[in-house]
């Protein structure tokens, strides 16, 4: 029961001295810096990215029971809008007319 209790203890100075640590750091940073605004915002951008990681796609998802790849998908998501206007019956443009 005294380990456990050491160890919370240990674990909540630790915690409590890592997050002063790096509140020193970035206010260091921010104090050092020509523009504190722009410092700030990379700060920010850092944490967020540790926190969350927006790049990772998954390698298959399903949608109404059918996996999709994203590769594939984005592949012909991308070749549906680039090939569109040769699909479309385009007019003469001097006739002032729509599509």
């Known amino acids: 029961m005294k380990l456990k209790f050491h160890s919370n203890r240990y674990c909540d100075f630790f915690t409590k001295s890592n997050q002063t640590g790096k509140k020193l750091h970035y ?4 104090d050092v810096s020509d523009n504190q605004m722009k410092t700030t915002w990379n700060i920010i951008k850092n944490v967020r990215q540790k926190l969350h990681n927006s790049d990772h796609m998954p390698p298959s998802f399903k949608t109404d029971n059918v996996e999709v ?3 594939k998908a984005s592949g012909a998501f991308n070749s549906h809008f680039l ?8 007019q003469n443009v001097k006739d002032n007319s729509p599509i």
Request: charged share 20%; net charge negative.
């Open 83 to 90: 090939n569109i206007t040769e699909s479309l019956n385009i």
């Open 27 to 30: 206010n260091r940073l921010i």
């Open 69 to 71: 790849l994203p590769d």
